[in-house]
């Protein structure tokens, strides 16, 4: 027999029979949720973890970059410190765009701006999901990560440094030795650190050049239209008459009653024009230093051990003229191809005040101040101008270091580079800081 339903019992029934039925759904709920949450979490870690490995292999010396397999492993370690439970790496591409393959990088080089480089870090992770099987993902899920790091590159230097070699820089002074053997002891340990960093250069290299004056500087000329430039001071091209060697001055003069006076606007006109065996002659007064000096130009050069190697044997001697190494230093700074150009002037003291030298009607304090008001500093920096062969503009700064002395007595040289490029050094430590700090300032911390 039959018993009829109540109506509570029917819907007590269907509610058993609906629980029954939501208990999977509400499960498949739970799941997807939970394996969906932990699939965006390891999708945002994954790009934390690829991030930062792009910043990694980004910050590697480029001389020394890591091969393709090397740059796979250290991603895989940022994964696996940011992960311990991956079932596997699919995959792992990192790729590096270099400037000249980048349309933006060109555009920024154009407009003076730095090179850099693009690196792009590709991964395809996989792990097991926690529930498996249909309900879930199925029995594991892959995420993606992909992410870039930009590495911009310190762009390389032209360094000349302008360098007092008068007399006086053979005293002692407070800060240190005879002055001239911290200066050359500076410059030597500077260009070590720029040896490291052009060691670590992926493209082009920083140059270093040094014009010591007196009142002239010792400058090797042509003699021969057949000296070619690539031959500067060959011994096998002096050997054949084609280059000679003098003590050299660089200012224009024109004689009245007797005696030399500079012709400024000659001097100007010509300033870039390397003088030759017309402009040869001893000028400094008779220190007794005639015998001993010894002095001579460098060119730029990346080879640091032999231009250390020569500044070494430098013998200071004779009276001083800061103009004649100035003009000289912006010759051959502007032979330099880099975007940075810097021209450091190092002086212990001003230009000589004390008298003429025979035939010149003027002190060599006299004719610096002249050719300064006249526009030779001016003139100096608009031949420093211009692109380099890349297309970039030149960025050119002079500055001027003082030691045991304020440069500031000696008007000419603050004129010429204005008083925020102007320097004073009471020691050996602070001459070798300020000189690091100004080539550091152009290209990037030098360590």
Not at 13 to 36: C, D, K, Q, R, S
Not at 185 to 199: A, H, M, P, Y
Not at 307 to 325: D, L
Request: proline residues 2%.
């Amino acid at each position: 027999m039959k018993t009829k339903q109540t109506a509570k019992q029917r819907q007590k029934g269907h509610a058993v029979i609906l629980f029954a039925i939501m208990i999977p759904i509400v499960f498949g709920i739970f799941v997807l949720a939970v394996e969906g949450t932990r699939a965006l979490m390891n999708k945002a870690r994954t790009e934390n973890a690829t991030e930062a490995a792009a910043l990694a292999i980004a910050s590697l010396n480029e001389a020394e970059a890591m091969s393709n397999e090397g740059n796979q492993a250290l991603v895989t370690d940022y994964l696996n410190a940011y992960f311990h439970d991956i079932d596997s790496i699919n995959d792992i591409s990192v790729t590096r765009l270099e400037c000249e393959g980048n349309a933006e990088c060109l555009a920024g080089l154009a407009s003076g701006g730095n090179r850099f480089l693009d690196y792009h870090v590709d991964v395809d992770v996989r792990w097991q999901t926690w529930f498996g099987g249909d309900i879930s993902f199925g029995d594991n899920f892959s995420v993606t990560g992909n992410t870039s790091a930009t590495r911009t590159l310190n762009d390389n230097i032209d360094v000349m440094f302008v360098t007092d070699f008068s007399g006086s820089m053979a005293d002692s002074w407070s800060g240190g030795s005879q002055k001239y053997v911290d200066v050359i002891t500076i410059i030597q340990e500077i260009t070590e650190s720029l040896k490291i960093i052009n060691e670590r250069s992926s493209g082009g290299e920083s140059t270093v050049g040094i014009v010591p004056y007196n009142s002239n500087t010792l400058t090797t000329y042509r003699k021969n239209q057949n000296a070619s430039d690539t031959a500067y001071g060959n011994a096998n091209q002096n050997a054949q008459g084609l280059w000679g060697s003098c003590w050299m001055r660089h200012e224009e003069n024109y004689e009245s009653g007797g005696l030399q006076w500079v012709d400024v606007d000659l001097t100007l006109t010509n300033l870039y024009e390397e003088k030759g065996e017309d402009y040869c002659g001893l000028k400094h007064g008779n220190y007794g230093y005639e015998s001993t000096e010894h002095i001579e130009d460098l060119e730029l050069t990346t080879d640091f051990d032999a231009f250390n190697s020569t500044i070494a044997a430098f013998i200071p001697g004779g009276s001083t003229a800061s103009y004649q190494g100035l003009i000289r230093g912006a010759q051959l700074l502007a032979k330099g191809d880099n975007v940075k150009r810097l021209m450091i002037l190092l002086s212990d003291g001003v230009d000589y005040p004390y008298g003429t030298i025979y035939p010149y009607g003027r002190t060599e304090y006299e004719t610096a101040n002249l050719l300064v008001n006249g526009g030779m500093c001016d003139t100096i920096r608009e031949g420093l101008t211009g692109y380099t062969s890349e297309g970039r503009p030149f960025q050119t700064t002079i500055a001027v270091i003082g030691f045991d002395y304020d440069p500031t007595s000696n008007p000419a040289l603050t004129n010429c580079v204005g008083d925020n490029n102007v320097y004073v050094a009471y020691n050996s430590e602070q001459l070798y800081s300020q000189i690091l700090d100004l080539i550091s300032e152009e290209m990037g911390r030098l360590k």
